[in-house]
């Protein structure tokens, strides 16, 4: 089963236009995990947040996590076409080894 | 640095038999994870393995079995597939520790008609 969803599920913008995808999730984290999938290929990592931290950066990434809420919000700034591709939040329980819990994805459409 | 390998890349199987997948991780890595991909249920984890010992599991049928050799390349094994098992298999190899980075492969497509 899954951790949590994703909102929105879809998403489109236009080239230059900042986005933000949102991701719920149910119980406590050890840590919180952002990854892109190009057309039903391998995910791709993209940002690593512990459950101790509030904000991270990553080139034109921006993840910030609320430990109280039990959300975590990635933003893409200044978005390309290339940025097109769904965008999945994964959980990491305390204990859990690497197994990773899946949110229910964000496709995101960066048109020109 | 040689990314994560699965092999095949597409399969067509019959439903009843049974299908083994393969994965090689990233050198160096000793934690393997399967993961299915499917339009309906989204990506959901399916076993984790390290240093040869399954480590997690999910919640799939005992028909899902998979292992891991000594020098941690993996294999998954389905058996008496069923047409609900058509699906994106992709494998994930992480360094050591919690909730590290995975990287993962491009996946096998498996079509069961």
């Known amino acids: 089963s899954q951790q949590g969803e994703e909102d929105p599920q879809a998403l489109s913008i236009q080239e230059g236009e900042n986005a933000t995808m949102n991701c719920s999730y149910k119980t406590s984290i050890n840590n919180l995990q952002w990854y892109r999938q190009n057309s039903g290929r391998g995910l791709v990592h993209l940002i690593l947040?512990?459950?101790?931290?509030r904000e991270k950066h990553s080139g034109r990434l921006r993840v910030t996590l609320d430990t109280s809420k039990k959300s975590s919000s990635l933003l893409i700034t200044a978005s390309r076409a290339a940025d097109t591709a769904s965008y999945f939040c994964a959980t990491v329980l305390t204990g859990g080894g690497n197994k990773l819990t899946f949110g229910t994805g964000t496709q995101l459409k960066v048109e020109l | 640095k040689a990314g994560v390998t699965q092999t095949p890349r597409y399969l067509i199987k019959t439903r009843g038999q049974q299908v083994t997948l393969s994965c090689s991780p990233i050198s160096g890595h000793r934690s393997v994870s399967w993961y299915q991909q499917t339009p309906g249920q989204g990506l959901q984890f399916l076993f984790e393995?390290?240093?040869?010992?399954?480590?997690n599991k999910g919640n799939f049928p005992g028909r899902f079995s998979g292992r891991q050799f000594s020098n941690s390349r993996s294999e998954m094994n389905v058996s008496t597939l069923e047409l609900g098992d058509s699906a994106l298999y992709l494998c994930a190899s992480s360094q050591a520790g919690q909730g590290a980075q995975a990287f993962f492969g491009q996946g096998t497509r498996l079509t069961v008609v």
């Open positions: 947040i512990r459950s101790n931290e």
């Open positions: 393995y390290f240093s040869e010992t399954q480590r």
